[in-house]
Structure formats: C-alpha cells, structure tokens
C-alpha cells in the first residue's frame, strides 16, 4: 500500500460506518482488504502487536483490535453470536495490557503532513485507482471535481497564514492522536464499553467493536483549539478536551451525514464571534490573532449530465478565504449538488482546500450519498 493510498484513507473517512451502494466505506474495510492482498501478494506485513508496543497510539491500538477481529473470529464466532447474543470475543492478556498502557496517558508525536493530502494526489484518482483507494471514487461529484482542478480554477497561491502542514490540521481529520499531536497533549483513554448489539433488517444481529470494546472516551490533557470562518468574515472559535467514539456501526439506514471528529465538551472561546453559516474550518496549534477575515463568494453556472445524461447548468458556490488580508488565498470551498434518484432528488457534496506553505492541500471533502444502489 503505497504513501497516497495510507493518506487517504486516513484523511478522507468521515463517517463510521460502512455503506453498502458506493461512497464512503469504512476505512476499517479497506485496510483489511489492503493487507489480505498485500499477504496473498507474498509481502511481509508489519506484526501489529510489535507496532503498538514501539509506537502506542489510539491507531495502533485499533489496528491490533483489529486484527484480533480477523484471527480469531470467523463463521462459527459469529454465527453463535447471532444465535446467543453474546460476544464471543474472550479476553486477551497483550490486549488488556494495551488499554492499560493508554488509560496511563501517552504523548503522540504524529507527522500531521500525513493527515493532509496534497492537491496532485487528490487529481489522481480514478476509477482505476488501486483497490484501497477505489471507495473514493465516486462517479457522481468526483470527475466534476477533477474537472474544475484541470481548469486550474483554484486561484494562484504563495505562502501566506498557514505556514507548514505541522501547524494546522483540516476538518477531516480522523485520528485523535494527530489532534493530540497538534495540541501538544498528553492523550488517555477512559470509559472503555463492551461490545454494540447491532440489528437491522439485512443483516440480522451482530456486535460492532474493537476486538471486546465497542465505546471508548479518549481525553487530551490540553484543549484542541478549532476555528471557523463565517460568511461575513468573522471568526468562531471553540475549544475541548473530550471525544466519545465508538466501533464502527452500521444499522441498515440508508445514506449517510457529515460526521467531523469534535470534541464532545467543546466551548465558545471568548472574544471571537458565534458560529453562523461557516463557510470553512480547521483545527490549530496555537490561538489565532485575526477575529475577521475577507470572504468573497461567488455563484458559477456549470454544465453536467443528470440522470438521465442530459446536459443541466447547475450552480456551484464558491468561498475564498483570506485570513491574514494579505490578498492570497487561504481557504476554498466548493459546494455543489448531484442528481439523486426519482424521490431523493438533487443531493450535496462539498469540497474544501487549504493553502499551506504556498501549496494547495485537499482538507476535505463530503458527498452525500444516494438510497438505493
């Protein structure tokens, strides 16, 4: 699994939960799928319990529940839980003494280039990319997407507010142990829960978690700073401490919601403006010093195909962000919809880029998702 493909299942997974037609599929599958054909390849795969050991962190803890999950629960495991209703998931010592290890605290030193992609490996995708990354590819917003990036639509940038990819963090992120990187914490886990009983109508009962955990809180010792940028130019600002997770859950719902990774206990900080209509955000490492920055906004008529491949002008908002009025950009956002099926109509999607040392970097981006395939 080369560099991109670690990055972007990393950077782009915002939901928890595994959906069936397309879309975001849960970055838990596509790393099992990644090392089955890395094994079935011939190629050494790291030992995860050796990862966490010389590296403890929540994501080499996960890795380790998950492959538990893969050694030692197969058809017969599952198929006495579905009867029994009762995780056949006992003990296991190395395990136990892992949670241990994280309810102690542990600091995070993560290299936060690694939660960002960058604009030319984001232009890369397609639907022959490698099977890690082919959950990304979405046919409805993506190649319009890849489209405006090869009108070179984003403006021209220099180095400007953002200055390295070590100081600030996109929306996107999924790893606490990054947000603890960036906030300079000490990271602990707590209130660790058993397994979730799941039950929806296709795939009958079952447990969602990580090995023998199913909800889990993890503190920071310091608070994360997030901030916002407001359509009129003012800046929100919050700050937290708390984050309650869970093993990924899907209940048979369809379609899916924008999910950002939020600390629980999240509060207002003083002197910035309430949060209202955000046009885009981030996580920093230290307090900012603009409480107002220039928005321009700016409404496109772009052609694409509907559903039935007729050519429609649908509009595409467009924010630009400057933080420091110093007239180079710092943040884009693009919003846009889709054509849906008959009864759900047109539906959103979103993408946001941040420049960071004079480079475009991809910070997030959100689709949601049809019902039915």
Request: charged share 20%; with cysteine; glycine share 6%.
């Amino acid at each position: 699994m080369d560099g991109l493909a670690k990055t972007l299942l990393k950077v782009l997974n915002y939901g928890r939960a595994a959906f069936v037609c397309g879309g975001l599929i849960a970055v838990q599958n596509a790393q099992a799928t990644t090392s089955e054909s890395a094994g079935s390849a011939g190629e050494q795969t790291p030992d995860p319990m050796q990862q966490f050991w010389t590296q403890p962190s929540v994501t080499n803890w996960i890795a380790v529940g998950e492959h538990l999950m893969l050694r030692h629960l197969g058809e017969r495991e599952y198929a006495l839980e579905r009867q029994d209703r009762v995780p056949q998931r006992p003990p296991v010592a190395e395990f136990d003494a892992m949670k241990q290890r994280l309810q102690q605290g542990i600091v995070v030193r993560s290299d936060l280039a690694q939660s960002w992609v960058r604009l030319q490996d984001f232009q890369q995708l397609s639907e022959n990319s490698p099977p890690a990354l082919q959950p990304w590819w979405n046919e409805k917003s993506l190649p319009l997407i890849l489209s405006l990036l090869a009108q070179n639509r984003l403006p021209s940038i220099a180095p400007s507010f953002f200055k390295s990819t070590q100081d600030v963090l996109p929306v996107g992120t999924r790893s606490v142990d990054a947000l603890a990187s960036l906030a300079g914490a000490e990271l602990r886990l707590t209130d660790l829960q058993g397994p979730i009983a799941v039950e929806d109508d296709d795939n009958g009962f079952s447990y969602a978690a990580i090995w023998d955990v199913g909800r889990y809180t993890l503190q920071l010792s310091k608070p994360l700073l997030r901030y916002a940028v407001n359509r009129d130019g003012s800046l929100s600002a919050q700050q937290g401490r708390t984050f309650e997770l869970s093993a990924p859950v899907w209940d048979g719902e369809c379609g899916d919601s924008y999910a950002p990774l939020y600390p629980v206990d999240a509060e207002e900080l003083p002197g910035y403006a309430p949060s209202q209509d955000e046009v885009a955000e981030f996580f920093a490492a230290q307090p900012l010093t603009p409480r107002v920055a220039d928005v321009i906004s700016t409404v496109l008529n772009i052609r694409q195909s509907n559903a039935d491949g007729l050519a429609v002008v649908s509009p595409l908002v467009v924010h630009q962000v400057d933080l420091d009025r110093d007239e180079v950009v710092d943040l884009v956002k693009w919003s846009g919809t889709y054509q849906g099926n008959d009864y759900q109509g047109e539906l959103p999607w979103w993408i946001q880029f941040a420049n960071v040392g004079g480079a475009w970097q991809v910070a997030a981006y959100y689709q949601e998702e049809m019902c039915g395939c």
